[in-house]
């Protein structure tokens, strides 16, 4: 799982909330959309970056916002399949609409006390990694 967030605090409380999967997901993280993009796209430092199951998106970034992430990956026939699950504060029509727009995959707006903030990730992460049929598990088989 790639986490996309420039918020220390959230960061931390994801690794916190992961951490008590059933199995936990081996995780990155990365500050803003340009790291996100670099990583997986294995460009300049992340270039040995192993292909994320899934993308936890915040919105609200420094050098390229989630937006523009978003467009990067769903345009790139080699990333378009990776779900994106968008993790923000903002709960506005026009942030939601857009984000689906862009495909991500689901817009989650992070709740503010901690056990429901927690109870969250720990969903995304059972649906995703433990419950939905992801594309790269199923490769297509040439004949």
Do not use: W
């Amino acid at each position: 799982m790639l986490i996309v967030d420039d918020d220390e605090a959230d960061v931390l409380l994801i690794e916190e909330a992961l951490e008590t999967a059933l199995v936990p997901p081996v995780t990155s993280r990365v500050a803003d959309g340009r790291q996100a993009v670099d990583f997986l796209r294995r460009r300049g430092y992340y270039e040995q970056a192993r292909r994320p199951d899934l993308v936890l998106l915040d919105l609200n970034m420094p050098r390229m916002n989630g937006h523009e992430v978003l467009a990067e990956l769903k345009g790139d026939a080699d990333l378009c399949s990776i779900p994106v699950v968008v993790l923000t504060t903002s709960s506005a029509a026009e942030e939601i609409q857009a984000s689906y727009a862009e495909h991500a995959s689901a817009v989650v707006t992070k709740p503010l006390d901690l056990p429901s903030f927690e109870a969250v990730v720990r969903t995304i992460n059972d649906f995703y990694l433990d419950v939905a049929a992801l594309p790269h598990r199923y490769p297509l088989r040439l004949a």
